[in-house]
């Protein structure tokens, strides 16, 4: 061991500062607690459901569909797939490319023209009911789940682990991704990070944690704000806020919060 020592100390050091500041962000990406853990993870759907579906049972949602008028066509599944932002285009084409006959595929023509818009058009009158037939197969649950994880989850915890954030700070920015899309502009996920970022940085970059989630938070506000169907606020103010201020960032149990009037508890 002392010879080895000896060889490490002779070994002239190359790497540059930038290869130093990735190894220090991989050493404080390991030591983050992660949303990914499956009991955390539960958690994450237990308090979506909870703004998304009034109920902890996030299980039950599968078959969930309606128009909930805030212009983006029908709304369902377990993280509100809509049939105007194209997410349930694209849940229902990979479905598709697994179980060609399913009884979802002959509404592809029909989700791509009202890709974008709030119509229903050469959706109704069955195509409520086919989703609901759907959701009873083990197959379309598992694809709900995937399309969940690619889309919403995965990125928005791989990013929320990169600056440094822990399960606190991965579950704000996957409620986020959930309801405002990955996106660029100021009412998408990566707009409110930009604004957040210009007010605080986070531990990756030597942040203090806290102070850079209240600044994500009051930026996810004010995009919600901006549109009227999720000008109601509290699944930020009742509730995320609500452990920040406790300084639960790991986010564990008990857990006390009210979203839309209704008042939820994790044991």
């Known amino acids: 061991m002392t010879v080895l020592g000896l060889a490490l100390a002779a070994t002239p050091v190359i790497a540059h500062a930038g290869a130093h500041t990735a190894a220090a962000r991989n050493l404080l990406e390991a030591a983050v607690?992660?949303?990914?853990?499956?009991?955390?993870?539960?958690?994450?759907?237990?308090?979506?459901?909870?703004?998304e579906n009034s109920s902890l049972d996030w299980e039950a949602q599968y078959g969930y569909i309606e128009d909930i008028g805030d212009g983006r066509g029908y709304t369902a599944g377990i993280v509100g797939f809509c049939s105007g932002t194209g997410d349930m285009l694209k849940l229902v084409e990979r479905y598709t490319g697994r179980d060609a006959h399913n009884a979802l595929a002959a509404y592809l023509p029909a989700l791509r023209e009202v890709d974008g818009t709030d119509s229903h058009d050469g959706l109704d009158p069955g195509f409520t009911r086919d989703w609901v037939k759907a959701a009873t197969t083990e197959a379309f649950r598992r694809m709900q789940r995937d399309e969940r994880d690619r889309v919403y989850f995965d990125p928005a915890v791989r990013g929320a682990k990169a600056d440094g954030l822990r399960t606190l700070g991965q579950f704000a920015y996957y409620d986020a991704y959930v309801m405002h899309g990955e996106g660029d502009d100021e009412a998408s996920f990566g707009g409110i990070r930009r604004a957040a970022l210009a007010k605080a940085q986070p531990p990756s970059r030597g942040g203090d944690e806290v102070v850079y989630l209240n600044a994500f938070m009051d930026a996810r506000v004010r995009a919600m704000k901006r549109e009227v169907a999720h000008s109601d606020t509290s699944r930020v103010d009742t509730a995320q806020r609500v452990f920040l201020r406790k300084g639960n960032l790991d986010l564990a149990p008990p857990l006390d919060w009210r979203v839309y009037g209704d008042d939820f508890h994790i044991g």
């Open 33 to 51: 607690s992660g949303l990914d853990d499956p009991a955390k993870k539960d958690i994450a759907m237990r308090l979506v459901s909870s703004a």
